[in-house]
């Protein structure tokens, strides 16, 4: 972990425990400001304060948003490896407590009655106190308060070891691109869940063949990221890696939610079974069962080694058989007289029933993008660059969705404001070639699941995704009418998002999907994946179902801004997962098709 790393983790926790302790929250504000600063801070810290002496000071200040208290501080840090008030700050509140400002719903003002006058010092007495019933009689505290933070709790807890697949990737794909370059690397992957597309991932699996295992293995344990090495093998390592920076538009990445670090094992892979091993190390665990299971069956034993003919004993690699596959994913597929299974397919859900490889939707499929915001709501980019981005990606159809007049937070757009953005969008797409700029919205579906303009309004639009943002803890009756409701809409092309779930955050909606999917296939409208890593919702069963019950899949990336384009290939991996073939999914379609569709509502 660097210096600045460290110091932005130090003003983190000092802005936190401040405002547990009630104490002056322009304080709390200020370090919080500067922990975000330093860690965001491209030179070393430490090399500054070495190197200015006596100017320590002087030169630090100089940063925006450091104030001289926070120089001190990091002067203090530098010099003597800890921080004063930190230390003090800590004294003074219960060492359980802070992990709980992690959970939804717990703001520090809660936290500091619950502590002050519930006597809640830890999450086990926050549970308590939430079983007994005391924490009702707690200032804010109502029955669908507490419900809530029950919910909150136990979503916490599942996603504590578990990452989303979008901060997941990135991650790992630094690491392949690092290790790629060490001495003697011959091939490297990644495998387990994230193979798979999985929307979570326990820990991150990386395959190597080299010549030179130690170097490999000593680029992988010294890589900066590095906060902790596990195990340290000839062939296999463990470490936990730091999980940085930024989660979108959600916010960074809270610690203990998610970890602030994610374990990440290395195999080191003879390359006569890279294949072999590559199969073995994809999993899932009920796939492998099921496929040993196969192997058996025709007299054959399979492990990470090989395919070899079973005499009864184990360990048919040590014993210098010769294996009857174990190069490539493929020699062993064949050689089972399967096709090859795409790894987002192998969770033993029938995917070894297949006589042929499915043609499934792949990110070049895609030519459409039909959920996108602008700086009208609560977009970054305005429409040109929308577009101009949508373009270079290869679209030939964006469409301009900002939010509708009920999402205030999100700049939801007036019937007026939207009659003048039609105009603007459609002016964009008279004069920039190349592209469809398609003025749609999208439209909040209300909790009774009428719609947020009226039908004359969203008449003039050439898309419209209908989304529900708000009232997302109804029952599943409740939810199931409001959503059939918007599907019945004539004049609805897309359901966005359909249950709000935020991964690890918020359980969302959970309607009758069977009876949604019916009724989207019955009223020609499309199911969203929303490919944002935090939402991917439909989920891959979601997807599947869906594609069984024959109804249309839309895949948007819910564009705010230019990185959430390559959300796009979460949205497919889920997709793939739910056995989605491409002519399903109508950003695959090509520019007629779609836009005929699109008008056929009109
Ligand atoms: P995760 O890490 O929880 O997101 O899920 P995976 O699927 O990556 O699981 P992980 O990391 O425990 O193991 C990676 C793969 O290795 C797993 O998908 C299948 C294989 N594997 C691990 N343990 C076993 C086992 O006990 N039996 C079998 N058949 N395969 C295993
Ligand atoms: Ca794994
Ligand atoms: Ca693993
Ligand atoms: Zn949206």
Known sequence: MSVNAELAAAFGEIAKLIEILGQDKFRAIAHDKASRIIEAYPTDLKTIVAGSGA?????????????????????????????????????????????????????????????????VKDLAGLKKAIESGRILELPRMGEKSVQKLKESIALAE?????????????????????????????????????????????????????SDPD?????????????????????RSSVRVRIGGDAGRWGALQEGQAGPSIQVDLKIIPEASWGAALYYFTGSKDHNVAVRQRSLDRGWTLNEYGLFEDDGKAEPHKRGLKPIASRTEDDIFKALGLPFIPPELRENRGELSLKSTPRLVEVGDVRAELHAHTTESDGELIIEELAREAKHRGFHTIAVTDHSKSSVIAGGLTPERLREHIKAV????????????????????????????????????????????????????????????????????????????????????????????????????????????????????????????????????????????DCLRYGVMTGRRGWLPPEQCINTWDKKKLHAWLRSKR
């Not at 170097?215 to 093998?233: L, N, T, W």
């Open 158 to 210: 599942q996603g504590e070891t578990r990452l989303p697949l979008g901060m997941a990737m990135p991650i790992a794909e630094a690491i392949v691109a690092k290790l790629r370059s060490a001495k003697g690397v011959e091939r490297i992957a990644f495998a387990g869940s994230l193979r798979r597309g999985k929307e979570t991932i326990g820990d991150i699996d990386i395959l190597v063949s080299t």
């Open 215 to 235: 170097a490999v293995g000593a680029v992988f344990r010294g890589a900066d990221d590095v906060v902790q090495v596990i195990s340290a093998g000839e062939t």
């Open 55 to 119: 100017d320590a000071r002087k030169r630090l200040t100089e940063i925006e948003g450091v104030g001289p208290k926070i120089a001190d501080k990091i002067i203090e840090y530098c010099t003597k490896g800890r921080v004063q008030e930190l230390d003090e700050l800590r004294a003074e509140v219960p060492a359980g407590l802070l992990p709980l400002m992690q959970i939804p719903g717990l703001g520090p003002k809660t936290l500091h009655a619950l502590w002050k006058e519930g006597g």
């Open 426 to 565: 459609r002016a964009a797409d008279a004069w920039i070639e190349g592209i469809s700029i398609l003025p749609g919205s999208e439209v909040d579906i209300l909790s009774d699941g009428s719609l947020d303009y009226d039908d004359e309004l969203l008449a003039q639009l050439d898309v419209v995704v209908a989304s529900p943002h708000a009232a997302l803890s109804q029952d599943p009756a409740t939810a199931t009418r409001r959503l059939l409701r918007a599907i019945e809409h004539p004049m609805v092309h897309i359901i966005g998002h359909p249950t709000g779930r935020l991964i690890n955050r918020r359980a969302g909606l959970a309607p009758d999907m069977a009876e949604l999917f019916a009724a989207a296939k019955a009223h020609n409208v499309a199911m969203e994946i929303n490919a944002h890593w935090m939402r991917l919702d439909l989920r891959d069963h979601h997807v599947r179902a869906a594609v069984e019950a024959g109804c249309l899949i839309a895949i948007d990336c819910d564009v705010h801004a230019v990185d959430d384009f």
